[in-house]
């Protein structure tokens, strides 16, 4: 039995240098994006099939009576429950023992379902190769006993790998002395979809930083919504049944049918 | 113009899929119900059915980043050999059953059209006729309701309602009845001393009840999901005129009132609201496929 890995992101940690979207970039061999200012640090804009994670600058909607610059480092949060590799019609997408959720290149066909049932908009297409790709949390590294690309370049240890047991003893002690200091902190990813291998310290609202407060599996409710279907489907057969069978012989009498009405 | 993950293929497909299908439910109820008697509505809808849903999958594949690749869909592989291991099926992927019912659907309508021809000439044909659409129905059924339910099962606010089921279901038997009615008058327009196009009343008056339904649907589905956003812009900014003028009034209302009473009075006008049903059932699956990918 492999341990669980999981990755510590204390958001309070953060200073938004962004060394970690560029240490992504260099050790999994992407490409950067041409991009335009639009206001904001937050480069490049979205994440994409080449941008596995991104600094989110946040200015929350109360900025003017409290003013703060938020910063949260975005990326797959490699569910336990996770919805992408539910839906995934190929199987491409596995979660391995280890808790990391990945999308094998060579057995994905691109058909983007994982695109549109993740919580988080994390899966993104890639035209160039067909497939879909996001973060594997540096699945290279870790079985070689490395750390993610990202832990070893943040310089302010915002972000922090280890066992999950481990990260999460360190989130809850840092969650007291936030806590202390005013901030009521939300320990985002020890229970959601089943708990996440991607921890996120909050010291704010979860949908200040873009995240739902419940994220809800799509598929949760499955079973139901076929039965809902299946149901008033029979019913429509049915009728359309009994129509059929009450009527005369239309074949003979079409001249009079077309004029007098079938009922 | 901004890219959507799922574009017009898919938008085809969530119509064609559950147009065929229900052509396919409609033409063997008839035989149920009739036999000899809607001998045309049989034969129309079992030499028509196939012929979409074949269209939505080869678009589906189109539409993959690998289309070549279309068989991972069905044959499972090893993570770490990469060779086959069995066949791929997952019964909470929407994406997979779907698979699975449309490759179904296909060859089984495609025998059942076979068989249909064949139960002119041979009696023991009709029969078997009759087992293949009893066992093809719950197939038939399945696939209707798979359209919704793969666009419902998904983190969108706009597809994510319980009732996007049973709209696009109320809508593909709508559009199939439309299609065999289509069909007939199209016959009978060029053949006009026959009696081909007999049943085509009788299909648009029970199509008009149908309309209902499907209104009442849309009704019900708009409200359920009016809070959001997509929804607003759906019935509002972004499909507005379509939504209201083509989707509701020229593709339900229109033929609604030509043929709630007794048909429409001419194969030339039965051919002109089938058509606007037709499309009508497309566009409403476009307006909600592309407005639920709407940035807000």
Same mark, same amino acid.
């Given at each position: 039995?492999?341990?669980?890995?999981?990755?510590?992101? @204390?958001?309070?940690?953060?200073?938004?240098?962004?060394?970690?979207?560029?240490?992504?970039?260099?050790?999994?061999?992407?490409?950067?994006?041409?991009?335009?200012?639009?206001?904001?640090?937050?480069?490049?804009?979205?994440?994409?099939?080449?941008?596995?994670?991104?600094?989110?600058?946040?200015?929350?909607?109360?900025?003017?009576?409290?003013?703060?610059?938020?910063?949260?480092?975005?990326?797959?949060?490699?569910?336990? @429950?996770?919805?992408?590799?539910?839906?995934?019609?190929?199987?491409?997408?596995?979660?391995?023992?280890?808790?990391?959720?990945?999308?094998?290149?060579?057995?994905?066909?691109?058909?983007?379902?994982?695109?549109?049932?993740?919580?988080?908009?994390?899966?993104?297409?890639?035209?160039?190769?067909?497939?879909?790709?996001?973060?594997?949390?540096?699945? @290279?590294?870790?079985?070689?006993?490395?750390?993610?690309?990202?832990?070893?370049?943040?310089?302010?240890?915002?972000?922090?790998?280890?066992?999950?047991?481990?990260?999460?003893?360190?989130?809850?002690?840092?969650?007291?002395?936030?806590?202390?200091?005013?901030?009521?902190?939300?320990?985002?990813?020890?229970?959601?979809?089943?708990?996440?291998?991607?921890?996120?310290?909050?010291?704010?609202?979860?949908?200040?930083?873009?995240?739902?407060?419940?994220?809800?599996?799509?598929?949760?409710?499955?079973?139901?919504?076929?039965?809902?279907?299946?149901?008033?489907?029979?019913?429509?057969?049915?009728?359309?049944?009994?129509?059929?069978?009450?009527?005369?012989?239309?074949? @003979?009498?079409?001249?009079?049918?077309?004029?007098?009405?079938?009922? | 113009?901004?890219?959507?993950?799922?574009?017009?293929?898919?938008?085809?497909?969530?119509?064609?899929?559950?147009? !065929?299908?229900?052509?396919?439910?409609?033409?063997?109820?008839?035989?149920?119900?009739?036999?000899?008697?809607?001998?045309?509505?049989?034969?129309?809808?079992? $030499?028509?059915?196939?012929?979409?849903?074949?269209?939505?999958?080869?678009?589906?594949?189109?539409?993959? !980043?690998?289309?070549?690749?279309?068989?991972?869909?069905?044959?499972?592989?090893?993570?770490?050999?990469? !060779?086959?291991?069995?066949?791929?099926?997952?019964?909470?992927?929407?994406?997979?059953?779907?698979?699975?019912?449309?490759?179904?659907?296909?060859?089984?309508?495609?025998?059942?059209?076979?068989?249909?021809?064949?139960?002119?000439?041979?009696?023991?044909?009709?029969?078997?006729?009759?087992?293949?659409?009893?066992?093809?129905?719950?197939?038939?059924?399945?696939?209707?309701?798979?359209?919704?339910?793969?666009?419902?099962?998904?983190?969108?606010?706009?597809?994510?309602?319980?009732?996007?089921?049973?709209?696009?279901?109320?809508?593909?038997?709508?559009?199939?009845?439309?299609?065999?009615?289509?069909?007939?008058?199209?016959?009978?327009?060029?053949?006009?001393?026959?009696?081909?196009?007999?049943?085509?009343?009788?299909?648009?008056?029970?199509?008009?009840?149908?309309?209902?339904?499907?209104?009442?649907?849309?009704?019900?589905?708009? $409200?359920?999901?009016?809070?959001?956003?997509?929804?607003?812009?759906?019935?509002?900014?972004?499909? !507005?005129?379509?939504?209201?003028?083509?989707?509701?009034?020229?593709?339900?209302?229109?033929?609604?009132?030509?043929?709630?009473?007794?048909?429409?009075?001419?194969?030339?006008?039965?051919?002109?609201?089938?058509?606007?049903?037709?499309?009508?059932?497309?566009?409403?699956?476009?307006?909600?496929?592309?407005?639920?990918?709407?940035?807000?």
């Amino acid at each position: 039995m492999i341990a669980e890995v999981s990755m510590l992101i @204390d958001v309070s940690k953060c200073m938004g240098c962004r060394g970690c979207q560029v240490a992504c970039k260099q050790w999994n061999q992407h490409a950067g994006e041409k991009t335009s200012f639009t206001g904001t640090y937050q480069n490049p804009p979205r994440l994409s099939a080449n941008t596995w994670t991104l600094i989110q600058f946040i200015e929350p909607e109360d900025y003017n009576e409290n003013p703060r610059w938020l910063f949260r480092k975005q990326q797959c949060h490699h569910c336990v @429950d996770a919805p992408c590799e539910q839906v995934c019609p190929t199987g491409a997408i596995k979660k391995l023992e280890n808790g990391i959720v990945y999308i094998n290149q060579n057995i994905c066909t691109g058909c983007k379902y994982c695109v549109e049932v993740c919580p988080f908009d994390i899966p993104q297409f890639d035209r160039d190769s067909g497939t879909v790709r996001k973060c594997w949390m540096c699945l @290279d590294r870790v079985k070689n006993g490395l750390k993610p690309a990202c832990v070893t370049a943040c310089p302010t240890g915002a972000v922090s790998f280890g066992s999950r047991i481990g990260m999460l003893a360190v989130a809850r002690e840092r969650k007291n002395i936030l806590e202390k200091q005013g901030f009521s902190t939300r320990i985002y990813g020890e229970n959601e979809l089943g708990g996440q291998h991607v921890i996120c310290l909050l010291p704010e609202k979860a949908s200040i930083y873009g995240l739902p407060e419940t994220p809800r599996k799509p598929t949760e409710k499955i079973f139901w919504r076929w039965l809902l279907g299946v149901i008033p489907g029979l019913a429509i057969l049915a009728g359309i049944f009994a129509y059929l069978s009450k009527q005369k012989s239309a074949a @003979d009498t079409v001249a009079s049918n077309a004029k007098s009405g079938g009922e | 113009m901004q890219h959507y993950n799922w574009g017009i293929p898919v938008a085809l497909d969530l119509f064609a899929a559950g147009l !065929g299908a229900a052509i396919f439910m409609v033409a063997v109820v008839a035989d149920l119900a009739g036999g000899r008697k809607y001998r045309r509505i049989n034969t129309a809808g079992a $030499l028509i059915a196939p012929w979409p849903v074949l269209l939505g999958v080869l678009l589906l594949v189109a539409d993959l !980043g690998k289309p070549w690749r279309f068989w991972e869909m069905l044959l499972k592989r090893s993570h770490e050999t990469l !060779g086959i291991e069995s066949l791929m099926f997952k019964i909470g992927s929407t994406m997979s059953s779907g698979t699975w019912l449309l490759t179904i659907f296909v060859l089984g309508s495609l025998l059942y059209l076979v068989i249909a021809l064949l139960a002119y000439p041979f009696k023991w044909a009709a029969t078997l006729k009759k087992v293949l659409g009893v066992i093809g129905l719950p197939f038939a059924l399945l696939v209707t309701i798979y359209t919704g339910i793969l666009i419902s099962a998904t983190d969108n606010v706009l597809w994510n309602n319980w009732l996007l089921p049973l709209v696009f279901v109320s809508s593909a038997f709508v559009t199939g009845i439309a299609a065999i009615a289509f069909t007939l008058a199209v016959l009978q327009v060029l053949k006009p001393k026959s009696k081909i196009g007999s049943d085509v009343p009788r299909l648009e008056i029970m199509n008009s009840r149908l309309i209902v339904i499907q209104l009442l649907m849309v009704i019900i589905f708009i $409200l359920i999901g009016i809070g959001s956003p997509q929804m607003r812009a759906m019935i509002g900014t972004a499909f !507005g005129l379509l939504w209201w003028i083509g989707i509701i009034g020229l593709g339900l209302v229109l033929p609604f009132i030509i043929s709630f009473r007794s048909g429409a009075k001419s194969p030339q006008i039965s051919l002109f609201i089938s058509t606007l049903i037709l499309l009508g059932g497309f566009f409403l699956r476009y307006a909600i496929l592309i407005s639920g990918q709407i940035h807000i």
